[in-house]
């Protein structure tokens, strides 16, 4: 059994199997906007981030605001990655090769591998998850792991990509933003310790 054959069983169980009236409205709607309901859990980072104290002694709303330019930083080096290996790889969308797949958007020009939706989503939720560590409690923190899990789901019930797409973007969405998110702690410890001696 080959894992071609594995990646279209599994899309056609979640396209066609799954499929109801329910997802038909909320799948499409995470594909195309999902990525604002990050907003209420970057409200509170900045809330949070306006009343925590530092190291100083001092209010600390600038750290909120530089984990959240380091999750932009990521979402777009993830976009040129997504890009390169579009390219490189150059997989066929399974909506212009699997006959009878429920298409509920318009079939992609692009490439298929790998999901630019799972690899965007994860890169930006992980300096979310990892930077917020000492200060947000993780049944919030997962929040955005979350989000990002159901906008990269949602990309297999519309039909526009193979599960190995979807997985192969959200590890190296995540890969992306836990690689900026420790380089982006190392050189604030560095600039800290600098300070104090």
């Given at each position: 059994m080959s894992i071609q054959y594995l990646d279209i069983q599994?899309?056609?169980f979640?396209?066609?199997s799954l499929a109801n009236p329910a997802f038909d409205v909320l799948m499409p709607a995470l594909s195309l906007r999902g990525y604002l309901l990050v907003i209420p859990f970057l409200l509170a980072l900045f809330l949070k981030g306006a009343y925590r104290k530092s190291e100083q002694e001092?209010?600390?709303?600038a750290a909120a605001v530089r984990i959240f330019l380091?999750?932009?930083?990521?979402?777009?080096l993830s976009g040129l990655v997504e890009d390169w290996m579009k390219e490189a790889v150059a997989r066929v969308?399974?909506?212009?090769?699997i006959e009878g797949i429920r298409l509920m958007v318009d079939c992609p020009k692009s490439y298929s591998i790998p999901s630019g939706h799972a690899i965007s989503s994860f890169s930006f939720a992980l300096p979310l998850v990892y930077l917020t560590r000492e200060h947000i409690?993780?049944?919030w923190r997962?929040?955005?792991l979350l989000l990002a899990s159901l906008i990269a789901f949602s990309r297999l019930y519309l039909g526009v990509h193979y599960p190995s797409d979807v997985l192969a973007g959200a590890l190296l969405g995540a890969g992306i933003g836990l690689t900026l998110s420790?380089?982006?702690?190392?050189?604030?410890?560095?600039d800290f310790v600098k300070k104090k001696s």
């Open positions: 599994l899309l056609l979640v396209n066609r001092k209010t600390s709303p380091v999750a932009c930083v990521a979402a777009y969308r399974p909506c212009r090769t409690a993780l049944i997962l929040y955005p420790m380089l982006y702690q190392a050189m604030a410890t560095e």
